[in-house]
């Protein structure tokens, strides 16, 4: 339903922030409240969850938490509170890897994640973040920058086709001697040249 807030930072607590928008406090749940301060202007990516008795926001920093967070709460057995508990430790490079390596001891060490559940995120999500062409080390996905914005949205919509960056990257340089009008001819003439 949301995709962020932008607003004022009025509370940090131990376990939420708050975020006027626009003379509307939303209370939001964050892995580590303490990377925002109060009184500042912020941009909290969130995630609404409805459960049968609460509905709550969760909020991350950036788009790569939000992503991982989405995938980490698929698991059976991770709620959104696991979740959090997990990106809190803000190592997303180090959580990827475990994911990728197999490595349950490095999962175990994050509350109330046993040996059981852990071998399921890895048995669930190995092979995700590197087969969707983003965060394979934990790293922002991939910025298409180039001054021409019809140029910049066919790429994204690309991406969002599910093709990589790398596939994206080795074709961007066809296009931007394209003088093409709109983000759909952009679109058109990438996958011409991707397949």
């Known amino acids: 339903m949301f995709e962020y807030l932008k607003g004022l930072i009025t509370a940090v607590t131990p376990s939420y922030i708050v975020v006027d ?18 009184n500042q202007e912020a941009r909290v990516y969130v995630e609404q969850v409805v459960r ?39 190592d997303l490079q180090g959580l990827i890897h475990a994911i990728e390596n197999d490595d349950v001891k490095y999962l175990t060490k994050f509350p109330k994640i046993g040996k059981k559940t852990a071998q399921q995120i890895i048995l669930d999500l190995s092979g995700k973040f590197t087969a969707e062409g983003q965060m394979t080390l934990g790293e922002a996905p991939v910025e298409f ?14 991406e969002s086709l599910g093709y ?7 074709i961007k340089p066809q296009l931007e001697k394209e003088n093409l009008k709109s983000a759909d001819e952009y679109l058109r003439a990438g996958l011409k040249l991707i397949k």
Not at 21 to 38: D, F, L
Not at 145 to 158: F, I, K, P, V, Y
Not at 164 to 170: G, H
């Open 21 to 38: 928008v626009q003379g509307v406090g939303y209370k939001v749940q964050v892995a580590n409240p303490y990377r925002y301060e109060e």
């Open 52 to 90: 049968d008795n609460e509905q709550a926001l969760y909020g991350f920093y950036d788009l790569n938490e939000k992503n991982i967070f989405l995938h980490l709460i698929s698991v059976s057995g991770i709620g959104p509170k696991s979740a959090l508990a997990i990106l809190a430790g803000q």
């Open 145 to 158: 920058s180039s001054g021409n914005q019809e140029l910049e949205d066919g790429l994204a919509a690309l």
């Open 164 to 170: 990589s960056p790398k596939e994206i990257s080795r």
